[in-house]
């Protein structure tokens, strides 16, 4: 008999859970793990936004780390941020698998070189069409992803982009707002900066918070949460990506490289 060995993951969150998320997920870390995890795997959480972070001589009991989205700058310079750039850097020599969302793909990027700074079009807020490009169908992937098409739509929110990646980055995704919607490198690291794992009920309440802290104009609000009433997210394709990327399901084509 085969003792399949448990594969370990870690959450780097870099956000307080919501009023919300708290009360009808028990928080982020629930969101995330039923986003991404496959069966027997078994997920640890970090609250990086806190200062607590894996210890160095822990890191390589993981395959893979996610980053989470974040109500803060990914090119600010917060001590936590800062320690977050390092710690992502250290991955990316080791070769760890690195999943960052929204702020944690802006982050990721920043800290492999790459520029982020404020988007110049402002908020993208609701369901937005993203375009896959070859790149990305150069990777190998389970029968489950045979038929991807090359548009999927997805939960953005954020103000913040990526405008040039990592020397030896690949796009593999862009919209009409925002040029680098998903990035990779190699077979180890992808960066996709919309929310595969929010449903839409978490974007419509965070539309309100932001309204309530006048972060948004109400007109503004308003129209996010029509178009978010009119479109669906391709959840499942982009929960799919994640995991097979996770588990180590899919690498670059000898043609890629």
């Known amino acids: 008999m085969t003792i399949k060995k448990e594969k370990r993951y870690a959450l780097l969150l870099a956000a307080d859970d919501s009023d919300y998320v708290k009360k009808v997920y028990g928080g982020y870390f629930n969101v995330f793990v039923k986003a991404f995890e496959n069966e027997g795997d078994k997920w640890d959480l970090f609250r990086v936004i806190e200062g607590e972070f894996p210890e160095a001589d822990e890191l390589e009991n993981y395959e893979g780390f996610v980053v989470s989205g974040s109500p803060h700058d990914a090119y600010g310079d917060e001590n936590w941020i800062l320690q977050l750039c390092f710690l992502l850097q250290t991955l990316f020599a080791m070769q760890k698998k690195v999943l960052g969302i929204c702020f944690g793909h802006q982050v990721l990027c920043r800290a492999l070189g790459g520029k982020v700074a404020k988007s110049s079009s402002g908020w993208d807020i609701g369901v937005r069409k ?8 150069s990777y190998g992937y389970s029968d489950e992803f045979d ?4 548009t999927l739509s997805i939960i953005e929110c954020h103000q913040d982009k990526v405008y040039e990646v990592p020397m030896g980055a690949k796009v593999v995704a862009h919209s009409d707002k925002t040029e680098v919607e998903m990035f990779t490198f190699g077979d180890h690291i992808l960066g996709i900066q919309g929310h595969p794992e929010y449903s839409k009920d978490i974007l419509d309440n965070l539309i309100d918070r932001l309204l309530s802290n006048n972060s948004i104009e109400i007109d503004f609000a308003e129209e996010a949460k029509l178009q978010l009433l009119k479109a669906e997210p391709d959840r499942k394709y982009l929960e799919n990506i994640c995991r097979q990327f996770l588990k180590g399901g899919w690498s670059p084509s000898p043609t890629y490289l």
């Open 147 to 150: 038929e991807i098409p090359p």
């Open 130 to 137: 993203v375009s896959l490009t070859e790149d990305f169908y």
